[in-house]
Nanobody, 115 residues
Framework: QVQLVESGGGLVQAGGSLRLACAAS????????MGWYRQAPGKQRELVAI???????HYPDSVKGRFTISRDNAKNTVYLQMDSLKPEDTGVYYC?????????WGQGTQVIVSS
């Protein structure tokens, strides 16, 4: 099973930007969709972005226009560019398969957006 390690989180002021990276221990070529998820304190984990192997993307309205997901199959890495961050974006961000075949959850990377 491919292991995933998230990085790039941190503390940022509202309106700022962060770029998260999800490094895989093996090839992600065979994975149809990769996704980023987040979990705020006291809330359920939610999907925030999906990118398929053919370049299709999906975002919920809460992040649409501000977040951009991409994948570099040659580097076995998935990225999440987050711009115009808001305090409600605060949470622990995880990457995983974006649908059937989802693996276990890693440690994630924490994002804190201050007002």
């Amino acid at each position: 099973q491919v292991q995933l390690v998230e990085s790039g989180g941190g503390l940022v002021q509202a309106g700022g930007s962060l770029r998260l990276a999800c490094a895989a221990s093996g090839s992600i070529l065979s994975i149809v969709a990769m996704g980023w998820y987040r979990q705020a304190p006291g809330k359920q984990r939610e999907l925030v972005a999906i990118v398929t192997s053919v370049g299709l993307t999906h975002y919920p309205d809460s992040v649409k226009g501000r977040f951009t997901i991409s994948r570099d199959n040659a580097k076995n890495t998935v990225y999440l560019q987050m711009d115009s961050l808001k305090p409600e974006d605060t949470g622990v961000y995880y990457c995983n398969v974006g649908g059937p075949g989802m693996g276990s959850w890693g440690q994630g990377t924490q994002v804190i957006v201050s007002s």
